[in-house]
C-alpha cells in the first residue's frame, strides 16, 4: 500500500476543517463502512474520503453534526467517485437523508470502457495499477473502537486507490466523450433494487387475490421493519407470507395453522393481517399487478432470444460490454413493447441508452415483428 498516511476526524471541529478543505477539489473519491447484521437500516460504522494526496476517516460514532458533509455530497462543482455505489447510496440516504451528486461511479465508468461489466474494486484496482488489495477485513465489525490496524489500512486504501485511479478512468471516458453517460448513470442510481416483491418469483401462478394478499403483507412487514429497525425475515419470512396468501385465512384463529408463523405475532397482529389478506389496499392490488406478470411466452423469448445478437451488436459498436446496455431480461419487455402488449418502461430507457440502444432495438424488434407477420 501507499505510504501515505490517513487522518482520523473524531470532531466537529475536525469534520468542518476537512471538508473545508476538500471543498476546493475537482473530485473526491468516497467509502463508507457499516454493519447491518440485525437491523433494517445499515449502521453508518465509518466514512472514507481520499484525494490524490491526503486520506481522512471519519468516525460518525464521535459526531454530533455531521452537516459539513452533506454539503459536501451535495456540492454541484466537487465529483464524488464510488465504486458500485448502491450499498454507501443507502447509507448516506438513511444517515443524511441525501444522495452524492454529481455522482461517478467507477465500477459503471469501466463497463462503458469495455474493462468488464460488474467489475469488483479489487480487479479494477489491480487491472488499473497493478496493485492487489487485501480484503481480509471484508466481514469486519466495523462498529467496534478502536479499530485494528489492519482495519485502519483496509478502509483507507478503499479510496486512496480510487483517487489514484480516477483520473486515468476520467480521461478515458471524457476521450469517448462518454463523461455525461457516466454521470447520468450516477443522477439515476438509486436505493432498494427491484424492491421485495421481486422476491415472489412463482406468485404470477396466484389468483389476483392471493397476489393482492401478498402485495398487503409485504408492504406491512416493511413499515414494522423499519419502524423497529429490524431485518424484514425478523418481522416475517417469505415463505410464511406465500403460505399466507395461498390459503387466505378469515379468522385469525386459522393463523395457528401456518407452518413458522410466530405466535406472539398472532397475539399481536393477528386481525391485522387477516384484514390485509382479505381487504388490500388498492395500492397493494395495482403493486400486485405490476410485480406478478406471467413470464413471457415461448414466443416471446424466442423473439428476445433473436434481438440479443442485435443488442450485442450495438454494445459492439460502441466498445461497450453489453451488460451495461441492457440486461437479458428487458430484451423481452422490448419485444413486449413492440408488439403493444402492456409493460412498465424501465426509467433506464432513456438518456444515453434510450437514444443508442433501446431506441434502435425498439425498431428492431418492430420489423423483426413485421417479418414474423408476413410468413405467418
Known sequence: MSDRQWQWVTSDEALRAAIDALMGEAAVAIDTEFRRRDTFYPQVALIQIATQGQCWLIDPLTLSDPAPLKQLLLNPDVIKVLHSASEDLEVFERWLGVLPQPLFDSQKAAAMLNMGFGL?????????????VDKEETQSDWLARPLTDNQESYAAQDVIYLAELFPELLKKVAALGRLDWVLEEGREAATGGRGPLAKFKS???????????IAALVEWREGQAQQRDKPRGWVLNDKVITELARKMPEHSRELE???GLPQGLVRRAGEAMITLINNPS???RLAAISAFQKPPTSDIKARAKALGAHAEALAGKLGMNVEITVPNRELELIVS????????????WSGWRGEWIIGPLLQQASRMNEINDETS
Open 120 to 132: 469488483s474494486y479489487r480487479a479494477l484496482v489491480e487491472q488499473m495499477l497493478g496493485i492487489t
Open 203 to 213: 406468485a404470477w401462478k396466484l389468483s389476483a387475490a392471493q397476489q393482492a394478499a
Open 282 to 284: 388498492e395500492e397493494a
Open 257 to 259: 395453522t401456518i407452518t
Open 337 to 348: 413493447d413492440a408488439l403493444n402488449l402492456p409493460i412498465v418502461r424501465p426509467s433506464s
